[in-house]
């Protein structure tokens, strides 16, 4: 995610991917974006799946 999303129509979704970049020119992730993409999942019953916080490393949740 490279920015919220608050206008992204969900209705009929049901399966939503999100995450940050990863990698040495990765941009910050704001992990209220992600809660509140998570909150509207529920609120219609559709699956969220937080790929990564993004990073350098396995560790930090974004290998190279």
Do not use: H
């Amino acid at each position: 995610m490279l920015g919220p999303v608050p206008s992204l129509e969900l209705s009929g979704i049901d399966w939503v991917i999100v995450g940050g970049e990863s990698g040495p020119d990765r941009r910050p992730l704001d992990l209220a974006w992600v809660r509140d993409v998570r909150d509207r999942c529920v609120g219609l019953r559709a699956a969220p799946f937080f790929k990564q916080v993004g990073g350098l490393t396995e560790l930090s949740g974004g290998g190279m």
